[in-house]
């Protein structure tokens, strides 16, 4: 059974800092890109960040120089480090592991997520 299981978030002042963690279980986690997306309310589901095989990252734009992402692939696991917090970054955070090719197959799983609080 595949299973994804994030971790991590809650209530923070602005300017501090959260890690999330996802453990994920029943797939060849190192062979899968990992995704972060969030959703706040009343907005559609956004990307935060993605870590290729080997650790290659990127960000969107409102995030970058703030989060971070990682994994060990020892450990199936993905991580977020997120400083700097705005109220703007809350949201419920979900973890994404994805493996495509395109045409052939498509396997895409998520998380549960995680409410991730930043407010005075």
């Known amino acids: 059974q595949v299973q994804l299981v994030e971790s991590g978030g809650g209530l923070v002042q602005p300017g501090g800092s959260l890690r999330l963690s996802c453990t994920t279980s029943?797939?060849?986690?190192?062979?899968?890109?990992m995704k972060w997306y969030r959703q706040a309310p009343g907005k559609e589901r956004e990307f935060v960040a993605f870590?290729?095989?080997?650790?290659?990252?990127e960000y969107a734009d409102s995030v970058k120089g703030r989060f971070a992402i990682s994994r060990d692939d020892s450990q199936n696991t993905v991580y977020l480090q997120m400083n700097s917090l705005k109220q703007e970054d809350t949201a419920v955070y979900y973890c994404?592991?994805?493996?495509?090719?395109?045409?052939?197959?498509?396997?895409?799983?998520w998380g549960q997520g995680t409410q991730v609080t930043v407010s005075s």
């Open positions: 994404n592991a994805r493996r495509r090719l395109v045409g052939v197959y498509d396997n895409d799983y």
């Open positions: 870590s290729g095989i080997g650790g290659f990252a």
């Open positions: 029943g797939f060849t986690f190192s062979a899968y890109a």
